[in-house]
């Protein structure tokens, strides 16, 4: 890479690290604020508190990375223009073509990285993260309950009491537990309680139950059941664990799958780098190369407003997918085919404006 080159590409990544840098403290500080609203490290502890941000965090950077790689462009670039240095560095005989190639240069590695992060590291984030969220979430998790003490669900209609409870094997004793169900309601009372944790993905959490009787009380029937049972396990997993679940599958199993929702993940994770180079492509031409043509406010406005429209998009063309709204092919390639149409025909307009300006 020549001198020019390589000034042009450390334009771009010195932003890119500055940038990458604040939007990963930004995010962790918010995964962090949020988590301690939940009271989470009543439930875990600060220890997994600070693994499921570092988690979070992770599987983040899919999206932080091409947000950061289209601020650096913006960014470098944009000074370059303002300084009258890309005007320099034009009449020195660099075309814009090889701006472009340059930028490319970063934009290819970066564009890489963020694939590899999406298609091997975020699932097993997701995967590791699947654990603490089971624990931290669950409304049956018996780290929250005190011994002696009703805890109630308005959102579920669901009671329980703890009689006695020791909090080093997670064991209880006399526990009574009440929900209500749209044909009827449920109470299960128990002698002894032990809540299991999962200790791989594939396991879910649930509470082992002993020596104890399950009442269905019925709004139909003339007749309630009444169930004695000496071990009976009670699931107390939330309701995204299958979606959870698809994020945290590896990238051979969702490539065998013919279920649209895994073809939906399985395109997203590979879509990754191509979105991360069109959008720095796409910030190379919110810069005027022109001379004595300042950047204005409007040019930065405009394109957080093009970057915003194109991650919407990409997530409704997920959607889509997933759905079934739209097949396999063009699957959620349609999106970045349209924009590297319309790369290229702005590509074209602007050699033929140039060409124009030549012969004048």
């Known amino acids: 890479m020549k001198l020019i080159e390589r000034y042009i590409a450390r334009e771009i990544s010195l932003p890119f690290t500055v940038v990458i840098l604040i939007l990963v403290g930004l995010f962790a500080s918010f995964i962090s604020a949020r988590l301690l609203a939940g009271a989470v490290t009543e439930t875990l502890g600060v220890s997994a508190l600070l693994k499921l941000v570092f988690l979070k965090t992770l599987i983040a950077l899919e999206v932080l990375i091409p947000i950061a790689l289209y601020i650096s462009v913006i960014i470098g670039l944009g000074r370059l223009s303002k300084d009258q240095e890309l005007n320099i560095i034009r009449t020195m005989g660099v075309s814009g073509t090889r701006i472009v190639l340059t930028v490319l240069t970063v934009a290819i590695p970066v564009g890489l990285i963020s694939g590899m992060l999406s298609s091997y590291v975020r699932p097993w984030a997701y995967a590791e993260s699947y654990m603490l969220d089971a624990q931290a979430e669950a409304e049956l998790n018996t780290n929250r309950f005190q011994a002696g003490r009703f805890y109630g669900s308005e959102k579920t209609g669901r009671v329980v009491y703890v009689r006695s409870k020791n909090d080093a094997d997670k064991e209880m004793q006399n526990i009574f537990h009440y929900i209500k169900k749209k044909e009827g309601s449920e109470i299960v009372i128990a002698k002894q309680a032990r809540q299991i944790q999962p200790a791989t ?23 309630d059941d009444v169930i004695r ?27 065998e799958s013919t279920q649209p929702r895994d073809i939906a993940e399985l395109q997203w994770r590979l879509s990754r780098p191509l ?8 910030a190379v031409t919110f810069i005027r190369i022109s001379p004595r043509q300042d950047k204005t406010e409007r040019t ?32 959620v390639w349609w999106l970045d085919l349209l924009m590297l149409t319309g790369l290229g025909m702005y590509a074209l307009l602007s050699n033929k404006k140039r060409l124009f300006a030549r012969t004048q």
């Open 229 to 255: 049972f000496e071990k009976m396990t009670y699931f107390i997993d939330n309701d995204y664990v299958l979606n959870y679940r698809r994020k945290a599958a590896a990238t051979r199993t969702l490539w």
């Open 201 to 223: 993905k594939e396991e879910r959490p649930h509470i082992l139950l002993s020596d104890g009787v399950v009442y269905e009380l019925s709004k139909t029937a003339s007749i």
């Open 300 to 331: 930065y406005i405009a394109a957080a407003l093009v970057f915003a429209a194109y991650y919407n998009l990409s997530g409704l063309a997920r959607t889509w997918v997933e759905q079934s709204v739209v097949g396999s092919i063009p699957g």
């Open 275 to 282: 979105s991360a180079i069109l959008m720095a492509l796409i």
